[in-house]
């Protein structure tokens, strides 16, 4: 993982890297090293986390809700207008200037307005906020990008993740994906064989 993300580091590019494994196998215990070995380079990248829970079908975007709590200090008893106010903070506290694309960032919470809003628009201002808001940060340094769990993301962050890792842009983002080997059987293609994309598959360690 380290020899990927300092590749991608160097050339300045998006890389989705996978891993693969049956539970316990180890998924965690390697993203977890990986982040203890890359927190001290120079400069140090922003670390992103986001988990998918079994029920992540009834919540869309729970991954990505995830990092947004994080990042803003969110709680789930927050109102709405207290949400709007920590993610301006936030917006305005990374990325000076692109106060614009808080809307889009809320729209990860769901529509306002479920009646008037078209949902393939939503979506896309979505995807394009989300496209818009990591290469901003990643201009400033490397961004790492971890989502858990994601044989159970919903599909909407699945389609996500392989729209940014097939950016052009020229910035450091480096997406980790840990999955069980269940994510292959809803998207055979994942990853798409780009040069920009690895997947390991982790073996249990022999007895």
């Known amino acids: 993982l380290r020899h ?12 989705l890297v996978t891993v693969l494994g049956q539970p316990g196998v180890g998924k965690s ?24 829970v079994s029920f ?6 729970h991954a990505l809700l995830d990092i947004l ?43 306002e307005d479920g009646a008037s809003a078209d949902p393939s628009q939503m979506r896309q201002r979505l995807f394009e906020t989300w496209q818009t ?3 901003g940060l990643a201009a400033a340094r490397p961004v790492i990008v971890a989502f858990e ?5 919903d599909d909407g962050v699945l389609d996500l993740i392989e729209e940014l890792s097939g950016g052009t842009e020229a910035v450091s ?4 994906c840990l999955a069980r080997p269940e994510l292959l059987e809803r998207r055979p293609r994942w990853g798409g ?15």
């Open 56 to 61: 992540g079908g009834q919540i869309g975007y």
């Open 69 to 111: 709590r994080a990042q803003a200090g969110l709680l789930d008893t927050d109102s709405s207008e207290v949400v709007r106010d920590k993610l301006a903070e936030w917006l305005q506290a990374m990325l000076p200037g692109r106060e614009g694309l808080l809307e889009g960032l809320l729209l990860t919470f769901g529509a």
């Open 173 to 176: 983002v480096f997406l980790i």
């Open 149 to 153: 769990d994601l044989h159970w993301g």
């Open 133 to 135: 808001t990591l290469t």
């Open 4 to 15: 990927l993300y300092q590749r991608g580091r160097d050339e300045a590019l998006v890389h």
């Open 193 to 207: 064989g780009g040069r920009n994309a690895t997947t390991i598959d982790l073996k249990p360690l022999r007895v």
């Open 29 to 52: 215990r390697l993203l977890r090293e990986f982040l203890a070995e890359v927190r001290d380079t120079d400069p140090p990248p922003l670390v992103l986390r986001g988990r998918s």
